[in-house]
């Protein structure tokens, strides 16, 4: 019994305490009383709201994101020749059919070139003309030669030189 003795006071402070402040906090008929008699206007006072209309609509969302594509199939595009590119007839990423032109080569390289293989065959062709006519010369000095050989008017070697011509 003396334990519960030893306890009991303290035990009873403390619980007067407890009731004792519970009490003061719940006395009064007006809340907030202690801030200067602001508690009607607390009670009083209304909260902003908003009122919209519920109408069916479209919804826009919007998503940002990074990413990184890759494509189904990869083609290697090159030109045939080698030369500058004069004009650009298909940005990356366009559709394009297969043979089409995707750009252009500026052209002054090739006619130079062109020129030049035609000045050369003309060139090959007064040559090949110019042969054409020594050889016919050298087939009728031949003739003439043959003839001559038959009544020993000419050399075996001038004959002989002028068959080997011909050849």
């Not at 130079?112 to 016919?136: F, I, M, P």
Request: aromatic fraction near 4%; charge should be neutral; hydrophobic fraction near 40%.
């Amino acid at each position: 019994m003396r334990r519960r003795e030893h306890f009991g006071k303290p035990l009873q402070a403390v619980l007067c305490l407890i009731v004792a402040v519970f009490i003061t906090g719940c006395a009064g008929d007006k809340p907030n009383e202690s801030a200067g008699g602001k508690g009607d206007d607390l009670l009083s006072k209304k909260a902003p709201v908003k009122v919209a209309v519920v109408s069916r609509g479209t919804v826009q969302s919007w998503i940002s994101l990074t990413a990184t594509l890759l494509p189904i199939r990869e083609s290697r595009v090159g030109a045939k020749v080698g030369g500058r590119v004069a004009e650009i007839l298909a940005d990356e990423g366009d559709s394009v059919e297969q043979g089409a032109a995707l750009f252009k080569l500026e052209q002054r390289d090739f006619e130079l070139a062109r020129d030049q293989a035609k000045h050369n065959l003309d060139a090959a062709t007064a040559g090949l003309s110019a042969a054409n006519v020594n050889l016919e010369n050298t087939s009728r000095e031949f003739e003439r030669l043959k003839g001559l050989r038959a009544s020993n008017a000419v050399s075996q070697q001038d004959y002989d030189s002028a068959a080997d011509a011909v050849k």
